[in-house]
């Protein structure tokens, strides 16, 4: 192995390492829900605020993070981040009430916010410009094995260290990465500064765009409601409605993640071959959303194998990430960055909206006299709902460039 190599693979592992452990922070509450609701005796809805904080900040912070990242580069901002992180599973680890939960959870969401896009700007930086499709793939395969190890792994030591232990251990592993990070060569970015006027205006111009509101409403609802799913409901909707065992549960999770992990392969790999033969990304996104929507459909009526169905669940939310790369071909490069970020938001921002909305329903229906299995169904067809008229406008609204 050359020196270039030995440099690049010391860029390359360190945000990849970023990357996992930010998608093992978003899910691994989906785990510990009972412990959590036990313990500190917190409501659906309470829950639902707890978990959604990670998003929340998250996204909040996805459009200051783009200038910070031009100026000072993805190892110091990650890093420092990342210190936040720790910070945020420390509180999170000796916290005794719901409020200082949720600022532990939203100090981690602030923290990992960089993971993805840092990484994205540092293999920009450091390596050519072909091989920049199968690093981001590779990046996102390791967010897929961070959501696995949330699941079946997770429950596993959750039995030997109970959930304060698992966080207290996450934040060493945060301090340890970011360390990693800290370490990596630096290299300038040769792109030129806008002005903030001018940053603000691109913006601006971005949300008055009928390209950016064709592809808006499908990821808000549908990437965010998978991860609304997937980072809390996914558990509690096995147990209550399906009547599963909570190790049965965390594996049909468990699944969704290695579906996810399979789906961003078969991207990376097969997505040249496809549109060789005539098969669009943008096709590949209408049939997967509708996938989506309609397994979604299944898993509330209670037809058809979970497993399989969860299974695809996971698969359509690698297919639905297309719609950031196909959002960027309708805009002119140098809006690329703001206008990933600005989706981002809202897809973060429709994880935050559901994950908590979910929890309000719950406990709103079991007030006026629903059971929890007709609560749980209730809120899950309104998720279907928004979903399946998201799926309909996107097929519908007519591809526009900017």
Known sequence: MTLTSLVKLRIFLPFTAGYFLSFLLRNINAVIAPELTAELSVTASDLGLLTSAYLFAFGAFQLPLGILLDRYGPRRVEAVLLLFAAAGCLLFATGGGLSSLVIGRA????????????????????FSADRLASLNAAVMAAGGLGALTATTPMARVLAWTGWRGIFWGLAVVALAVAASIFSTPEKPSPCETEPLSEQVRGLAGILRSGAFWRYMPQGALVLGGFMALQGLWAIPWLITVSGYTRDVAAFHLLLTSVAMLVG?????????????????????????????????????????DSRLLWFVLGIVFSISNLSYALLSEQFPSHLYGRVNTLLNVFV????????????LAIDALGRAGFTPVEAFRMAFTALFVVQALSWIWLMAAKPRKY
């Open 107 to 126: 100090l981690i969401g602030l923290g990992v916010s960089a993971c993805l896009m840092a990484s994205f700007k540092a293999f920009s930086l450091w």
């Open 264 to 304: 961003f392969l078969l991207l990376a790999t097969l997505l040249p071959a496809l549109e060789a033969r005539g098969v669009t990304p943008e096709r590949i996104l209408a049939g997967g959303t509708g996938c989506g929507v309609a397994a979604l459909a299944l898993i509330i009526a209670g037809i058809g």
């Open 348 to 359: 973060l921002g429709g994880a935050f909206g559901i994950q908590w909305s979910i929890g």
